[in-house]
């Protein structure tokens, strides 16, 4: 590293005009020489003799100075503090050079800068490692991702599959298998991220759920997948038992699981199949659909299952638009024979919103989400929905229903235009 080295009594004095120029290599720290001189590491490229002959006016004494070269330079503090991203970069950088390859720009844009943790295992960008490279390293490649990351095990996400499951196309690198354990909210789930999807950014609707009042209540959640918001219901908001509806059996592997680690199995039946086949009815004090972009085709059955002599709440979840082309459009709630056949698979739907997102984005939206107050086109969506509830329980039942709006959460952004909302719905019969 070049460096300029002058006497102890002079190095303040050259340091000040070296940070002044943006000469000094701030990356490196000064150095004593022998014979107790001290060098400065400087930027080699910037250093002119114009620099040179300034620096015997840069203060009442002519500063006596020679260039150098520094043959171990010691890094600085604050250069030896990486970030993670950038000791994965430096790691990967050693193992493509000294496997005889070159470091490109390419490569270097290929790794990934941000993942998600569950425990032990790193659970990668599906766009990250794509270059060809890559795989001519083998093993080592994950290996190597491992342990800068302070990780045993690697997998890598892939797009989720579209078979109405939302299952992850998750493929593991490196370990023996996907069990992981996350915990939120002092619950904890434990589900295999090659076969189940975790969404943490929806912790702030699972907080709100574990603080609603359900003691003594029944609660039917028609989508329950791992227990996301089962658990809550059952471990944090008191009520006296769930039915859990999932169809997806891996999931429901892991929901028996989630349940035993928390303690509630006794207070939870699990139905596992399609919820449109599900028997029950006049059951619930309360029904969970957290189903997205849209619930609606579970509105049916959950009036089924609601209590037809007291009714109860609905929290339905839905993703609500509002796209600038739709911005004089009421967005209401279409009804089946309405809808046009490519929103058959409302799993593709989402999907694709999210990949059209980084995960900064998505998490820089969440957050103007966060603080906005209920939006017209939340209002709008939740008057239709309720309007089509009460319809809905009045011809299942036979006589006159009122539905109210008690709430309406935004949970997080998709993208500027499509919000992930949930409408606390409040349903009873009407008394003659």
Known sequence: VSALVTEPR?????????????ILDARYRLQKMPGGSVALPVLGEKLTEQHLRALQKSGPQEVPCRLTWIQDPVPSKAASVQTPA??????????VVGSGESWSEELEHDVPRSWQRHGDLVLLSEDSFSAALWEKLGPALWETVASALGAQRVARRGRVLPDGMRSPSVTLLLGQDGWVEHVDNGIR??????????SPG????????????CSGEVLVDLYAGIGYFTLPYLVHAAAAFAHACEWNRHAVEALRRNLALNGVQDRCRIHHGDNRQ?????????????????????????CRVLKKETGGVLHIHHNVENLPAQAHQQPGVLRDEQRPPEEASSVRQVDRERERWSLKDAENCRKE?????????????????????????????????RTSILH??????????VHHVVLDLECRPTLP
């Open 86 to 95: 950038q000791k994965l970069c430096h790691k990967l950088q050693r193992l």
């Open 189 to 198: 789930y434990t589900f295999d991220v090659t076969k189940c999807m975790f």
């Open 10 to 22: 002079f190095a303040q004095q050259l340091r000040e005009y070296l940070e002044g120029e943006q």
């Open 369 to 401: 989400t966060q603080v906005a107050r209920v939006r017209p086109e939340w209002r709008r969506w939740a008057e239709a929905a309720a309007k089509r509830i009460q319809g809905l329980l009045e011809e299942l039942h036979g006589r006159p229903w």
């Open 202 to 213: 929806n912790i702030t609707e699972k907080l709100r759920v574990a603080s609603l009042p």
């Open 278 to 302: 599900l028997e029950l009815q006049d059951v619930a004090d309360r029904v969970n659909l957290g189903l997205l972009p849209s619930s609606e085709e579970g509105w049916p059955i959950a």
């Open 408 to 417: 309406i959460e935004a949970v997080k952004s998709y993208a500027p235009h």
